[in-house]
């Protein structure tokens, strides 16, 4: 019976997923962003429905990835933008690539940084840097790019999955 009740959920889902919303749709979705994509995604989703789907009920949760793959097992939210490559392979998820989002070091609106046309890696290691946790992946990159004292062990002064 669980299971059938399982499947009939996902029937629904997909039936939902296949609909492309008008403006006087209403629903109501639970997406869960980790740390790096909540900080750039927040705002932008939460503008972009109250403008084009004034009806719908938009819920952002932010937690780290481990904790939001298993909100998604629970069906506690119904979809993630996670950094993948955080992602514990998992035989009971489908994961599908949507898009890649650029990574980039950003500062505050009037912060000295943010005056000049051009900030080099030398200039950044000024100032305190803070960030999310990343991945093994992104800390190899950063030391190839930038050398020894990008790596996050060093570069970084302070971590939390809640960046903004």
């Given at each position: 019976m669980q299971r059938c009740q399982g499947l009939l959920e996902e029937v629904e889902a997909l039936k939902r997923a296949g609909k492309v919303l008008e403006a006087t749709d209403r629903g109501h979705v639970r997406l869960g962003l980790s740390s790096?994509?909540?900080?750039?995604?927040?705002?932008?989703?939460?503008?972009?429905?109250s403008k084009h789907f004034p009806k719908f009920h938009v819920e952002i949760v932010r937690a780290n990835t481990e904790a939001l793959t298993y909100m998604l097992c629970e069906r506690t939210v119904d979809a993630l933008v996670i950094d993948i490559r955080s992602m514990r392979p998992?035989?009971?998820?489908q994961v599908t690539e949507i898009g890649?989002?650029?990574g980039a070091f950003m500062c505050r609106k009037n912060h000295p940084l943010a005056k000049?046309?051009?900030?080099?890696?030398?200039q950044l290691r000024h100032y305190?840097?803070?960030?999310?946790?990343?991945s093994d992946e992104l800390d190899r990159v950063l030391i190839e790019r930038?050398?020894?004292?990008a790596h996050p062990d060093v570069l970084v002064n302070y971590s939390s999955d809640e960046i903004s």
């Open positions: 790096g994509p909540g900080a750039m995604l927040t705002a932008p989703i939460m503008q972009h429905f998992a035989t009971d998820l890649e989002m650029k000049l046309a051009k900030v080099s890696f030398k305190a840097v803070a960030s999310t946790p990343l930038y050398g020894e004292t």
